[in-house]
T-cell receptor, first 118, second 114 residues
Framework: GAGVSQSPRYKVAKRGQDVALRCDPI?????LFWYQQALGQGPEFLTY????????KSGLPSDRFFAERPEGSVSTLKIQRTQQEDSAVYLC????????????????FGQGTRLTVV | AQSVAQPEDQVNVAEGNPLTVKCTYS??????LFWYVQYPNRGLQFLLK??????LVKGSYGFEAEFNKSQTSFHLKKPSALVSDSALYFC????????????FGAGTTVTVRA
């Protein structure tokens, strides 16, 4: 597609429910990122994939959060046993190149999934 | 660790007036700096970036930003604001030694009144 696509756009989950958020990056983009944006805040880094390899998951807030990109394209962010503090917009971004310090590749963001845990 | 500060939560200007959105950064090496804009119910849209070279960077929709190393600033500017520029603006920095992580500021809401 023309841009990064995320689904669903909105998700309401009951506390304790598991959720799965999907990201379709721009075709051919090697790098994929997940960010969490709490209300009134800037996005915070969660995790980074280079193709199918998850190179950094240091931003995942707890072991309830899990991300995968098994074939190096579509990615899923899964949150188990959701809590109210998980309520946020989850943004996916992709970029064409790998991050080798060249630094000149900008990331393209999807519209995000707004998760509300009630 | 890298960080970004956007000292103003809100900026209000009249249409046709100059618009400035402030950003200061902290990073150990030479920074890679970015501006993104977020419209309601839409994702972050890339506006411009500074990697190296000229301190004045021109981007989309008539925006530009000036990199000032001595003041560790990267302020976003537009000479003549439009009502359609009303949105949430984020400054972000990458530390080349840290490669891929973007660190965002908290954002500045810009309102341009007709």
């Amino acid at each position: 597609g023309a841009g990064v696509s995320q689904s669903p756009r909105y998700k309401v989950a009951k506390r304790g429910q598991d959720v799965a958020l999907r990201c379709d990056p721009i075709s051919g983009h090697v790098s994929l990122f997940w960010y969490q944006q709490a209300l009134g805040q800037g996005p915070e880094f969660l995790t980074y994939f280079q193709n199918e390899a998850q190179l950094d998951k240091s931003g995942l807030p707890s072991d309830r959060f899990f991300a995968e990109r098994p074939e190096g394209s579509v990615s899923t962010l899964k949150i188990q046993r959701t809590q109210q503090e998980d309520s946020a917009v989850y943004l996916c971004a992709s970029s064409l190149g790998t991050w080798t310090g060249a630094g000149n590749t900008e990331a393209f963001f999807g519209q995000g999934t707004r998760l509300t845990v009630v | 660790a890298q960080s970004v500060a956007q000292p103003e939560d809100q900026v209000n200007v009249a249409e046709g007036n100059p618009l400035t959105v402030k950003c200061t950064y902290s990073v150990s090496g030479n920074p890679y700096l970015f501006w993104y804009v977020q419209y309601p119910n839409r994702g972050l849209q890339f506006l411009l970036k500074y990697i190296t070279g000229d301190n004045l960077v021109k981007g989309s929709y008539g925006f530009e930003a000036e990199f000032n190393k001595s003041q560790t600033s990267f302020h976003l500017k537009k000479p003549s604001a439009l009502v359609s520029d009303s949105a949430l603006y984020f400054c972000a920095v990458r530390d080349p030694s840290n490669d891929y992580k973007l660190s965002f500021g908290a954002g500045t809401t810009v309102t341009v009144r007709a």
